[in-house]
């Protein structure tokens, strides 16, 4: 549980941001939110400029990435002992 601040400390507090700050990740709690984006999470990719200009839109850029796949050579089956 927190303590308050009590209010003669918080006039000795300024309005500027400490160079470093230390938190008890000992207390932290889980995300509740966390997993109500499960599978259909998306991955944030940033493309190069001169990509970025040939493809404009998310479906661009997974449809070549998908042919890009499935013209590489799939690697052998590793057999198991």
Partial sequence: MMSKTSSENMENLNDELL?????DYAQAKPNRFASQEGASA???????????QVF???ESVNKVLRALIAAMPQPADKETV
């Fill in 19 to 23: 160079p470093e700050y230390r938190f």
């Fill in 42 to 52: 998306k991955r944030v990719v940033v493309l190069d400029e001169d990509v970025a």
């Fill in 56 to 58: 404009t839109t998310p």
